[in-house]
């Protein structure tokens, strides 16, 4: 549990009980603080990793017979689950990640790029700033033409509490480099949004 303190979140949970009424020491409830300690410790072990260490090992695209640069159009990768944890009320939000680049002259291994989304979003976050972190990690780590990032997410702060809309889902869209351009951002928007035939 490298990177949180897990007695002090137990003391805190055993406190937070006591708060709310609850007997701590209770069938059911005295290994809560443990249980609560370790959830914590993978919804945040994100902290503790630099993203870009995901990226370090990109190789170069290389060039063609013929001698000249080989290019590549857009890397897409569709339907990448993760899920994090809300800042403002500590309650976990899940989705969708889409992610597209255009690379530069160096690409990276397709597993590499939901471990950069998985790490960032391992960390008290804003869905908003969760979608920006992934495309400047991207762009710090493969210095592609082009980042697209959309987030689809539900929030259990909305479906949850308050107004209860369980069916509401909260979308987000970052975007750098050639990639803000409206038509290439509508071409791979589009690219997401296609069905695959089963």
Not at 15 to 22: Q, V
Not at 36 to 51: N, Q, R, S, W
Not at 88 to 95: A, D, E, K, T
Not at 136 to 163: E, F, I, Y
Request: hydrophobic share 45%.
């Amino acid at each position: 549990m490298a990177g949180v303190d897990a007695e002090r979140i137990q003391r805190a949970v055993h406190e937070i009980l006591l708060a709310i009424g609850e007997d701590p020491s209770r069938p059911g409830l005295e290994r809560t603080p443990q249980r609560v300690a370790e959830a914590y410790a993978d919804f945040f072990g994100g902290l503790d990793v630099d993203p870009l260490s995901h990226l370090a090992d990109s190789v170069p695209i290389g060039a063609t017979d013929a001698g000249v640069p080989a290019t590549s159009d857009a890397v897409v990768l569709r339907d990448l689950a993760f899920r994090s944890v809300c800042e403002h009320h500590l309650l976990p939000f899940v989705g969708t990640a889409h992610v597209a680049y255009l690379p530069g002259d160096r690409v990276v291994g397709l597993g590499r790029i939901p471990a950069v989304v998985d790490t960032l979003a391992r960390r008290p976050q804003l869905q908003e700033r969760l979608a920006e972190e992934i495309a400047d990690a991207l762009v710090a780590g493969l210095d592609p033409k082009g980042v697209l990032v959309v987030l689809d997410a539900q929030h259990r702060c909305v479906t949850t509490r308050g107004s209860r809309q369980e069916r509401s889902s909260t979308v987000t869209i970052a975007s750098r480099g050639a990639l803000s351009e409206p038509a290439a951002r509508s071409e791979i928007i589009t690219l997401i949004g296609a069905q695959t035939n089963a």
